[in-house]
Structure formats: structure tokens, C-alpha cells
């Protein structure tokens, strides 16, 4: 599979199935300029696709994850910052991990602000460094909740919470996320507790029960509680028609980790 165009300043790899894109201008805390926003939707696009990716990690380079979109280019040109808007919709990023069948992790291990912010909410998955600074700052700085946040930030912590970050602007740090349960952990090294739950995923689920999952999930937000469960008992028919069941079992039976097959995405 051909890699889209990448630049410098967002690098992809993949080992063990694990994608990992990264941001990479440890400089500017990685601060976005507008292409760096398309080189990641491409990204995550092209990750999707590839059937040896099973996860996907999301980091910054050096002591930031990602200090939010570089407003400097405004002294060069004020038109530029519309850059952060030509061919941007929901298809496209941050939303965008809430329609990939492919698990999104963000490893925040510094500063994220800003477009950083909402990134590094945008993830199914989110573990942050302690002492992570983030702030949503767009109130601070006379703009408006950007690129989605109000929709999902209410859904991860609450409209109370939500309200308070967004409106306030105000830097909290990866412990107060933790506690917030805007992320899963707060330690030290949040890219090694994000490779270990992409190990996990990849050891012990099945592609398939992740991505129809995934999809149930963004189904079930919008819908009553009689809609979804006649959704599930469909998605109940497909799987027990799916060799992944008894690939799971038969691991249980001889005590290793199961070989599910490949999902087709």
C-alpha cells in the first residue's frame, strides 16, 4: 500500500501492527501548521486501510504532544490561518477516530492546547504524562469551541465539567485529566502505557468485535436504548457467523492467545 504524502513534521511507522504517527516539531512543542492537519487525516486514513494495522498511536516528538495550531504564520500572512479550515469537515480530522474500524491511542506527553487539545481528546483510548499541561485555550484567545470539542468533550466528562473547561480555557495538568476521566492514566511514560494497551487490543481481541464495536458505540449516541439493543441482536447474527468466536474458544480451550482472522476493512 502506497504511504500518502508525508512531510517532516508528521512521521509514520509501523511495527508489530501498531501504526504510530507522530508529530514532529519538538521546536514549536509541535505546533500545527495547516498542512500538518491533512498529512494526519491522510495518516489515519491510510492506517485504516492497512490490513497488518491493528492500532493506531497517536505522540508528539521531544516535550510536547502538541501545542495547538501555529498562529505565527499570521505575521507572515493573516489569510494563511485559513488554512486551518479549507477542506475540513467531520470526514475529516479530529472526528474522524469515531468512524475508523482501526483503535486510536493518544500518548500526550506534554503540552497539548488548543487544536492539541481536541486531537489528543479525539482518541478511543487517552493516557497522559502527569504533568501534561492542557487547556482547550480557544476562549483565551477569542475564538470558539473548535473542530468538534463541544460535541464529545460533554460525552467523556460530562456537560458540567465540559462547560467549565471549554469556557474557562483555563491549563489543568494529566493528573487532574485522570481524574476527570478525560484520560485513562496519568504516569510518567504515557507512550509505553499506550503500546501496552495497543498489545493488549492486538493479543487478546478480535478485529472485527473491536471495529463493530466501535461503529455501535457512534451508532448508539444518537439513538434510544430499544433502537440499539435491535442493533446489537443484527450485529449478534454477523458474529456468531464469524470464525472469531470459535478462534476464541479454541484459545481457551489450549490456554494461549487466540488467532482471530484478519478483518476485512
Not at 504524562?129 to 468533550?153: M, N, Q, V
Not at 485522570?178 to 492514566?185: A, F, I, K, Q, T
Request: proline share 5%; glycine share 8%.
Amino acid at each position: 500500500m502506497n504511504l500518502p504524502p508525508a512531510t517532516e513534521f508528521v512521521t509514520y511507522s509501523v511495527d508489530s501492527h501498531i501504526a504510530t504517527i507522530t508529530f514532529n516539531r519538538p521546536d514549536r512543542l509541535n505546533a500545527l501548521l495547516p498542512d500538518m492537519i491533512h498529512t494526519y487525516s491522510d495518516l489515519l486514513t491510510h492506517a485504516d486501510l492497512d490490513a497488518d494495522v491493528r492500532v493506531i498511536v497517536v505522540t508528539g516528538a521531544g516535550r510536547g504532544f502538541c501545542s495547538g495550531a501555529d498562529l505565527s504564520i499570521l505575521g507572515e500572512d493573516p489569510e494563511l490561518v485559513q488554512g486551518f479550515l479549507k477542506g475540513q469537515s467531520h470526514k475529516t480530522v479530529p472526528g474522524k477516530f469515531l468512524h475508523l474500524s482501526t483503535p486510536v491511542i493518544t500518548a500526550i506527553n506534554g503540552p497539548a492546547a488548543g487544536l492539541g487539545f481536541v486531537i489528543a481528546m479525539s482518541a478511543d483510548f487517552r493516557f497522559a504524562k502527569s504533568d501534561a499541561k492542557l487547556s482547550s485555550t480557544f476562549s483565551r484567545l477569542g475564538l470558539i469551541a473548535e473542530y468538534g470539542i463541544a460535541w464529545l468533550l460533554p460525552r467523556l466528562v460530562g456537560l458540567a465539567r465540559a462547560t467549565e473547561i471549554l469556557i474557562t480555557g483555563r491549563t489543568f495538568t494529566g493528573q487532574d485529566a485522570c481524574e476527570y476521566g478525560l484520560v485513562l492514566s496519568a504516569s510518567e511514560d504515557p507512550l509505553a502505557e499506550a503500546y501496552a494497551c495497543a498489545n493488549n487490543l492486538i493479543t487478546n481481541c478480535s478485529p472485527a468485535s473491536v471495529a463493530v464495536i466501535k461503529a455501535q458505540l457512534l451508532r448508539g449516541l444518537g439513538a434510544e436504548f430499544n433502537e440499539s439493543a435491535d442493533d446489537a441482536f443484527i450485529e449478534m447474527g454477523h458474529a456468531f457467523g464469524r470464525e472469531d468466536l470459535a478462534a476464541a474458544l479454541m484459545g481457551k480451550i489450549n490456554k494461549v492467545a487466540p488467532e482471530f482472522p484478519a478483518y476485512s476493512k
